[in-house]
């Protein structure tokens, strides 16, 4: 079962007020150590994010900024730089993800948006958590012996094999899994069920199982024999 993003986010959340100065933001970044804060409103709602990449614009300069983003269309990286509160500085709408949200669900958005963490929001907006691409990875950590138990209670309940019809190793987060079913396509099925399991690597197949009936016009191609 995947976990959820709130089993695995950090619950103390820094962040910043709209009115926050560059100075103030600067500070609380590099006494935490942190590359990104959250920005709220007067009721504690999130309104956007301030990070690195929009306080290094300033350093820049607008002058230098000028021509580049305006043949780029990003004008309003110019303004950014022009800022000197948090609201004037952050990027907005700011990327979240839900507490109920999976953290597969979680890791695709970080990969495809191309970001380090997520604020975490409830039903109002108000942030309850922020999750890392570490905590994301924290999944990796689970036990070999965690993950094989729920990988054979999974493939006994999801595909009805018969007991210690398949065999089942876990090392370092890889499974193997070993024994014989009735098609390629089962093996198949198997073992992209194997992939989605939380907490493994990699899934590979020692699997056995009949050649395809010619008559069901499936060509299969059997290595020759050596010599």
């Not at 780029?72 to 990327?95: D, H, I, Q, V, Y």
């Not at 999976?102 to 604020?119: E, F, I, N, Q, W």
Request: hydrophobic share 40%; no cysteine.
């Amino acid at each position: 079962m995947d976990s959820l993003v709130k089993d695995l986010m950090t619950n103390e959340v820094v962040s910043v007020r709209e009115t926050a100065e560059y100075k103030e933001i600067v500070a609380a970044m590099r006494k935490l150590h942190i590359s990104a804060l959250p920005v709220l409103d007067e009721e504690d709602r999130l309104v956007g994010v301030v990070s690195e990449a929009d306080l290094l614009l300033k350093e820049v300069g607008q002058g230098a900024l000028g021509g580049y983003l305006i043949s780029t269309g990003r004008r309003g990286e110019r303004a950014k730089a022009a800022g000197f509160t948090a609201a004037e500085l952050m990027s907005s709408p700011a990327l979240t993800i839900g507490p109920d949200d999976s953290v597969s669900g979680a890791a695709r958005l970080m990969h495809d948006r191309h970001v380090k963490r997520l604020p975490v929001v409830d039903d109002e907006g108000r942030v309850v958590g922020i999750l890392s691409r570490v905590d994301v990875l924290s999944v990796f950590a689970r036990p070999d012996g965690e993950i094989r138990d729920e990988v054979i209670k999974n493939i006994h309940g999801d595909f009805a094999f018969a007991p210690n019809q398949i065999n089942v190793t876990v090392r370092s987060g890889v499974v193997t899994v070993s024994g014989q079913v009735e098609s390629l396509a089962v093996a198949r099925d198997l073992i992209n069920a194997l992939k989605h399991a939380e907490g493994v690597v990699g899934a590979r197949s020692r699997l056995s199982y009949p050649p395809p009936d010619p008559s069901e016009g499936i060509v299969h191609r059997w290595p020759r024999p050596p010599g």
